[in-house]
């Protein structure tokens, strides 16, 4: 499994529990496909730099989480046709090498 992250911005207009119920919807969608939520990053309502469906503010929140490649389509999918969703990107994140050219581990600078 792969290490991914998905950021998404929910429509300004919606009550709390229904925030809360698609946070919960999107993580439950990840772990009920083989994958794994690793953290949850709340946001929270802020202004966006431009105007997304007539909304000049959104919630934001970031998934941190790894799964299999079929588990990050069907996300992508259910995101698409979600409609309080007004943003959404799945990021695949690299595996870092901290080793330089000449193959000797990279010394961590203070």
């Given at each position: 499994?792969?290490?991914?992250?998905?950021?998404?911005?929910?429509?300004?207009?919606?009550?709390?529990?229904?925030?809360?119920?698609?946070?919960r919807k999107f993580?439950?969608?990840?772990?009920?496909?083989?994958?794994?939520?690793?953290?949850?990053?709340?946001?929270?309502?802020?202004?966006?730099?431009?105007?997304?469906?007539?909304?000049?503010?959104?919630?934001?929140?970031?998934?941190?989480?790894?799964?299999?490649?079929?588990?990050?389509?069907?996300?992508?999918r259910v995101m698409?046709?979600?409609?309080?969703?007004?943003?959404?990107?799945?990021?695949?994140?690299?595996?870092?090498?901290?080793?330089?050219?000449?193959?000797?581990?990279a010394a961590e600078?203070?």
């Amino acid at each position: 499994m792969a290490s991914y992250e998905v950021m998404y911005i929910l429509a300004p207009n919606l009550e709390e529990e229904a925030y809360a119920a698609l946070s919960r919807k999107f993580s439950d969608l990840i772990t009920e496909s083989g994958g794994r939520v690793e953290k949850v990053d709340t946001w929270g309502k802020r202004r966006l730099a431009y105007e997304i469906k007539k909304f000049r503010e959104g919630f934001y929140t970031v998934i941190y989480f790894s799964a299999t490649a079929a588990c990050v389509k069907e996300l992508d999918r259910v995101m698409k046709i979600t409609e309080p969703v007004l943003r959404h990107l799945i990021v695949r994140h690299e595996e870092k090498d901290n080793t330089n050219a000449e193959g000797k581990v990279a010394a961590e600078h203070a």
